[in-house]
Nanobody, 124 residues
Framework: LQLVESGGGLVQPGGSLRLSCAASGSTLDYYAVGWFRQAPGKEREGISCVSSGGRTTYADSVKGRFTICRENAQNTVYLQMNSLKPEDTAMYYC???????????????????WGRGTQVTVSS
């Protein structure tokens, strides 16, 4: 399984971006997919996850602003980010792990497959 993130960029505070995590080499149907971010000098933070069955979870830092969804037909998971703040600036990564329909995780240790990341910068 290979994962490629896209959709990052520079956006003003209050703006929106949609990140994509496109998979190849295998179908994502049986994988939980998580989004993580890491800012310079900080630890990697799990921010959202969607189970193979479509359940979702969010970190408190993004709850109510970010939405994760999976489009199995496109073998892609999206992260819609609204009301962006300067503190959302980070490298964003997606990760995947084979799991059951209800499995959710926000710990990076739980995921075996990772993309290379896409940079999100929130600044005026």
């Amino acid at each position: 399984l290979q994962l490629v993130e896209s959709g990052g960029g520079l956006v003003q505070p209050g703006g929106s971006l949609r990140l994509s995590c496109a998979a190849s080499g295998s179908t994502l149907d049986y994988y939980a997919v998580g989004w993580f971010r890491q800012a310079p000098g900080k630890e990697r933070e799990g921010i959202s996850c969607v189970s193979s069955g479509g359940r979702t979870t969010y970190a408190d830092s993004v709850k109510g602003r970010f939405t994760i969804c999976r489009e199995n037909a496109q073998n892609t998971v999206y992260l819609q980010m609204n009301s962006l703040k300067p503190e959302d600036t980070a490298m964003y990564y997606c990760a995947a792990e084979v799991s059951g329909p209800d499995y959710l995780a926000l710990s990076s240790e739980e995921f075996d497959y990772w993309g290379r990341g896409t940079q999100v910068t929130v600044s005026s």
